[in-house]
């Protein structure tokens, strides 16, 4: 009926507003010197090893940890080499790569058998979700997203191909890019396994051979290029808290709530269809995965982003069950899908309302931040002397200094006694590293690091620059 369209266009606006103003700030950031997150600098300083040929894996004991696979540090490091930076570049394949997934959630909803109008509501709620939940990775310069990109394409091809030989085969090698970006991303692989081992048998075999050639493969050409250091450090040392585990999975599900609510609809109707078992394993693992993970030190939202993927999966599934019921009432003739959609746009438009003045606090001191930032960088790069350790590593990055310390992994190491004081002493003596960049702590000196160390560069270097950005040093004794 007309009313119900009407009310389906009014959920949809709601969530092209909300997407809309979610994306205001990555566009305007996209190519500004400022820095959005210390991954940002971390990423584009080992793509900027990867390009030169350096030790993208330092051995055990190195100031600096190279946790991430190795595929996106070459693909924006590529970027970088034609553009003239790395930062850029990267950003700009994180927010094509949301946009790709936003892409895959509409195609496997179509190539499942949804209507159009629900693949939108998917792919709609999810986008208008990741940039207001995930704000913080929309348009940085980190690979999780373009992993998730690479993950979802390969899953729409298994999809659409119908689980051919040819389409295992190039979904299968799509999904290890994806792995071989981002490690941590098990949930969709997993459910694509149950999937297929649920659909049949010899697709299922083909599924795991080809699977496991690859792995096999890729595994022993890391090995030869870069040796048991590339193992060692996929492992590195990283505190873990239950209680942070909790609270941060306590506050992913009450920001996700609608979406989940509506997933848990589709429970009773997990065994009527494949795509409908498909979509709640997918759900589930990832809700354990990002469980598990999320209690690790360093561990933000992006542990997050399978569920974020996966509910969205089901919430679209969900309503298309629901679609044609007609909500109670005497002489009602509203249908629930397109009441939900409502509803869903309601919460996403005033979630992305509740952002407006942080977005527009941050665009309006926009030009200032980068004014520090190319002061800072500058500074780094008259006094640094190609040496200067940042916490802040865009600082680095951009006053063209070598990556000297992992203040996060450094860090981890030292609060799990895994790193003598004495190596901060050596490394923090005023001559080794000429600067070092902390940000804002009350003159506590860094978070990531331990008190005692903080003590150490604390006595041996005295402040020459401070702003929004942190505090600069400079040894104490000339």
């Known amino acids: 009926m007309k009313i119900n369209g009407v009310i389906y266009g009014g959920g949809m606006a709601l969530i092209g507003a909300a997407i809309t103003s979610g994306l205001v700030e990555p566009l305007c950031t996209l190519t ?23 030790e993208l894996y330092p051995p055990p004991g190195n100031l600096i940890i190279n946790n991430y696979p ?12 034609v553009f003239g930076d790395n930062i850029f570049p990267g950003r700009v394949v994180a927010l094509g790569s949301m946009l790709m997934v936003a892409v895959n959630v509409y195609f496997w909803l179509r190539a499942s058998g949804s209507a159009a109008r629900v693949a939108w509501f998917g792919a709609g709620v999810f986008m208008a979700l990741a940039v207001t939940y995930g704000r913080p990775y929309a348009g940085m310069n980190d690979p999780q997203w373009f992993a998730h990109a690479l993950m979802t394409t390969g899953l729409v091809v298994l999809w659409r191909g119908q689980a051919s030989t040819t389409a295992i085969l190039l979904g299968s090698a799509l999904m290890m890019a994806g792995g071989w970006t981002k490690h941590l991303l098990i949930p969709l692989p997993f459910a694509t396994t149950w999937w297929l081992f649920r659909r049949s048998r010899s697709s299922f075999a083909t599924w795991l051979a080809c699977s496991a050639t690859l792995l096999v493969a890729i595994g022993l050409l890391v090995w030869w290029l870069y040796g048991a250091a590339f193992f060692q450090s996929l492992d590195s040392a990283r505190q873990y808290s239950l209680h942070v585990a909790i609270k941060e999975s306590g506050g992913a599900l009450k920001r996700l709530a609608p979406i989940i609510l509506m997933a848990a609809v589709l429970l009773p109707y997990a065994r009527r269809s494949d795509r409908n078992e498909f979509a709640v394993v997918y759900l589930l693992a990832a ?8 209690g690790g030190s360093g561990v933000d939202i992006n542990a997050f ?34 009441a939900l959609t409502l509803v869903l746009g309601f919460y996403v438009g005033v979630y992305a309302a509740t952002q407006i003045p942080s977005i527009l606090r941050d665009l309006r001191g926009l030009d200032a931040l980068e004014a520090q930032t190319l002061g800072a960088a500058r500074l780094v790069s008259q006094d640094g002397g190609g040496r ?45 590293i000429p600067l070092v960049q902390m940000d804002p702590n009350d003159g506590r000196g860094s978070k990531q690091l331990t008190p005692a160390c903080n003590a150490v560069i604390l006595r041996n270097y005295r402040p020459v620059l401070t702003s929004r950005l942190g505090v600069i040093l400079a040894p104490a004794r000339p």
């Open 32 to 54: 500004r010197y400022v820095p959005l997150d210390p991954n940002e600098g971390w990423n584009a300083l080992f793509a900027q090893i990867a390009m030169r040929g350096g």
């Open 70 to 81: 190795p595929l996106s540090f070459y693909l924006v490091g590529g970027l970088g080499r």
């Open 287 to 294: 809700g354990l995965v990002a469980a598990l993970a999320s």
């Open 305 to 338: 982003f399978d569920l974020l993927i996966a509910a969205s999966l089901c919430a679209a599934l969900a309503v298309e069950t629901l679609w044609k019921r007609r909500l109670p009432g005497p002489g009602l003739a509203i249908e629930a899908g397109p």
């Open 388 to 432: 200067a350790a940042c916490e802040t590593p865009e600082l680095c990055y951009w006053g063209h200094s070598r990556f000297m310390v992992d203040f996060f992994n450094y860090g981890q190491r030292l609060k799990l006694a895994k790193q003598p004081l004495t190596a901060c002493e050596a490394i923090f003596d005023g001559r080794y």
